[in-house]
Nanobody, 125 residues
Framework: QGQLVESGGGSVQTGGSLRLSCLASGFTYINYDMAWFRQAPGKEREGVAGFEPNGITRYRDSVKGRFIISQDNAKNTLYLQMNSLKPEDTAIYYC???????????????????WGQGTQVTVSS
């Protein structure tokens, strides 16, 4: 399996923006789906944004209209543009990839088999 490395986290005030990046390297398979997850202290990991096998994007309800997921295949990089950040967005954000491309599972953590180390996002009020 390959390696996923996130970057771009940091501390911002409410209403601010951040863009996370995830560089994928060393993957031997061509077709895989990627997504962003997050985990706040004391909470379970949750799906934030991801791609279905046909490229349709999925977002959790609380980030719709504020976050945008995108990918640059030439650069093997996944992005998450986060706007209008709120304190409840504070968490460690993880990039994930999977080869089992099943429709309807873009935000299901258990279907992903490769994970990055995470990057901290802190939003203060």
């Amino acid at each position: 399996q390959g390696q996923l490395v996130e970057s771009g986290g940091g501390s911002v005030q409410t209403g601010g923006s951040l863009r996370l990046s995830c560089l994928a390297s060393g993957f031997t398979y061509i077709n895989y789906d990627m997504a962003w997850f997050r985990q706040a202290p004391g909470k379970e990991r949750e799906g934030v944004a991801g791609f279905e096998p046909n490229g349709i994007t999925r977002y959790r309800d609380s980030v719709k209209g504020r976050f945008i997921i995108s990918q640059d295949n030439a650069k093997n990089t996944l992005y998450l543009q986060m706007n209008s950040l709120k304190p409840e967005d504070t968490a460690i954000y993880y990039c994930a990839a999977k080869t089992s491309r099943t429709w309807g599972t873009a935000l299901v953590a258990g279907t992903y088999n490769s994970w990055g180390q995470g990057t901290q996002v802190t939003v203060s009020s």
